[in-house]
């Protein structure tokens, strides 16, 4: 097996023999954080996407300020996989960013260990009902600065203040469509979710 860095060109669609432990991680964050680019960028199979085409009909219903490029939007949840070494594969969940989706997520929280929330800082405000999702689902969480092109750029320690984050929240600055630091921010969260579980034994 190659390193995680390089991507094996999506040919691996079945789970390698040497996998013992898979593990399911949700990839949350408010509307138009970078979720679906994040689980594209990571997994090694094709991704399953659910995106539709954001009609009129968001006009009034879907945060759509500050993203007037964005055409589609994910109506269900994004799937993706890496095989994080050759025993543990990590089963991604992409959740759909809008407020009206967030019922779905009961059902997608379901055995997740854990969750990567995916900020913004232009509109980090928004990200407080993710969290409180989360928290109010007991789903361990990490979180990572998706850096935009031309937002502002902030010491994570202002960003971990701004969020209001313990000091053992992992906080981590990536860019969506940049593999590396995504894996970066990836493995971050299941050493955190790991050393969790091993304190609690
Ligand atoms: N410049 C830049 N653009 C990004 C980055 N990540 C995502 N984008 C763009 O931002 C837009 C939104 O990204 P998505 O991946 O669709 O965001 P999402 O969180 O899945 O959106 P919803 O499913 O609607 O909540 C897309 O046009 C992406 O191409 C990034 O790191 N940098
Ligand atoms: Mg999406």
Request: charged share 25%; hydrophobic share 40%.
């Amino acid at each position: 097996m190659g390193s995680v860095l390089s991507r094996p060109e999506r040919v691996v669609d079945y789970v390698p023999e040497t996998v013992t432990r898979s593990v399911k991680l949700l990839v949350a964050g408010n509307f138009g954080v970078g979720k679906t680019t994040f689980v594209s960028s990571v997994s090694e199979i094709k991704p399953l996407r659910t995106e539709e085409t954001i009609t009129e009909a968001s006009i009034g219903v879907d945060d759509m300020a500050g993203l007037p490029e964005k055409t589609q939007t994910t109506v269900a949840m994004d799937f993706g996989r890496i095989t994080l070494n050759p025993q543990l594969a990590l089963y991604l969940f992409g959740t759909p960013g809008q407020q009206r989706f967030v019922p779905l997520w009961e059902e997608l929280a379901r055995g997740a260990l854990g969750a990567l929330v995916l900020v913004d800082t232009r509109r980090i405000e928004k990200a407080d009902e993710v969290l409180s999702v989360l928290e109010e689902r007991g789903v361990p969480y990490s979180v990572a600065v998706n850096e935009f092109d031309g937002a502002k750029r902030y010491p994570l320690e202002e960003v971990r203040d701004a969020l209001d984050l313990t000091a053992d929240t992992p906080l981590t600055s990536l860019d969506a469509r940049n593999r590396g630091t995504c894996l970066h921010s990836l493995i971050t969260l299941v050493e955190f979710l790991f050393h969790r579980l091993e304190s609690r034994l």
